[in-house]
C-alpha cells in the first residue's frame, strides 16, 4: 500500500511540475494584429492594421516574469482604409517595405502588476530603428482551444510610440507625431 501510494504522490508531483513548466506558443498570424492610430490636424483618429503576424510567446504562468515574446508583423499588409495612403505607407518616405519588410517586437522584461496585467519592455524596430518601449500587456485568455483543442494563450498590449523616433517624420507636426500602437494576438501551444 505504502509503494502504491508514493507512486501515486510521485505522480501527481510530476504532473504538477510539467503544468508549471513554461509553455511557448506559435503567433496565430489570423487572430494577431498591430492596430497603430494618430491624430490627423487635430480633427479626426485614423487607424492602419498590419497583419501577417508570425512569433513566439513563452508563458510561464507559476513565474510569469520568467515570460518572453518575440513577434513580427508584416509591413507589406497596411491596411490604412484608403488605398493612397496605404500606397504612401509602402513607399521610401514612410515604412519603405521594399527595405523593411517587418516591423519586430522582442521582449527583455516582464513585470507582473496583478489582476492579469504586465509591463512588456522589449525592443521595438520599425525601418531598420530599434527602441525600447514599455507595453501595458493583459492576459485576455488561457485555455483549451475549442477547435484545435490544443493549448492557447491570448494577450491585448498598448504602447505610445514617436514615429520620428523610427525615421517616418512625414507632415510631422500636422499629422501627429505619436502613434498610439496596439496589439492584439492569439497563440496555439506547439
Known amino acids: ?29 489570423t487572430h494577431t494584429f498591430a492596430v497603430a492610430s494618430w ?16 512569433g513566439t510567446i513563452t508563458y510561464d504562468a507559476e513565474k510569469p516574469a520568467q ?18 495612403l496605404t500606397e504612401e505607407f509602402l513607399g521610401e518616405e514612410w515604412f519603405d517595405a521594399a527595405t523593411y519588410p517587418k516591423a519586430t517586437f522582442v521582449s ?3 513585470v507582473p502588476k496583478g489582476d492579469n496585467k504586465f509591463a ?19 492576459l485576455n485568455g488561457m485555455g483549451e482551444h475549442p ?3 490544443k493549448q492557447a494563450i491570448g494577450f491585448d498590449a498598448e504602447t505610445v510610440i514617436k514615429r520620428s523616433d ?7 507636426p500636422y499629422v501627429g507625431d505619436e502613434i498610439t500602437l ?9
Open 108 to 110: 527583455t522584461k516582464v
Open 166 to 172: 523610427f525615421g517616418i517624420d512625414q507632415y510631422v
Open 67 to 84: 515570460s518572453d515574446i518575440a513577434i513580427s508583423v508584416s509591413i507589406e499588409t497596411v491596411d490604412t482604409f484608403v488605398d493612397k
Open 1 to 29: 500500500m505504502n509503494k502504491r501510494l508514493s507512486a501515486v504522490l510521485l505522480s501527481a508531483l510530476f504532473s504538477v511540475s510539467a503544468f508549471a513548466a513554461p509553455t511557448s506558443y506559435s503567433v496565430d498570424p
Open 147 to 149: 477547435m484545435s483543442k
Open 120 to 138: 512588456v519592455t522589449g525592443d521595438l524596430t520599425i525601418k531598420g530603428t530599434t527602441k525600447t518601449v514599455t507595453m501595458d500587456a493583459t
Open 182 to 190: 496596439r496589439l492584439t494576438t492569439e497563440a496555439q501551444a506547439k
Open 39 to 54: 491624430s490627423h490636424f487635430g480633427f479626426s483618429t485614423p487607424t492602419a492594421v498590419f497583419a501577417g503576424a508570425e
